[in-house]
């Protein structure tokens, strides 16, 4: 299936909105496409839209981490929004419920985080 990403810089905001499977042949290219994104546009927070992600593996959730420790640096966070049924009982699992902000849908992030 792959993975379809929409990418949406707005302010210090970087959303992404994620289609199909994050998993360990989609992450490769993602990782360093959105590591360039946080540098070049001063990202302080980053907005993952998983409404129409099917699937996440392990390389998926250490993209999320990695991104996570990449914002920490300069004081930045990360938000899961629109987390269905299958993709929460990933996130709970792993832990990034932890790390990450998980917030109802883009339009409550974006006013939480002041975007």
Do not use: P, W
Not at 42 to 50: A, E, G, R
Request: hydrophobic share 40%.
């Amino acid at each position: 299936m792959g993975l379809n990403v929409g990418v949406y810089v707005r302010g210090s905001t970087l959303i992404l909105r994620l289609k199909g499977e994050l998993d360990e042949i989609s992450v490769g290219d993602l990782r360093m496409r959105i590591s360039k994104y946080i540098d070049d546009y001063k990202i302080k927070h980053l907005l993952i839209n998983v409404e129409k992600l099917d699937f996440m593996d392990s390389s998926g959730i250490g993209f999320i981490i990695g991104r996570f420790h990449q914002l920490r640096k300069v004081n930045g966070d990360v938000s899961i929004c629109n987390v269905h049924q299958k993709i929460e009982r990933i996130i709970g699992l792993s832990g990034l419920c932890k790390i990450c902000r998980i917030r109802d849908n883009e339009e409550s992030t974006l006013l939480a985080i002041g975007g």
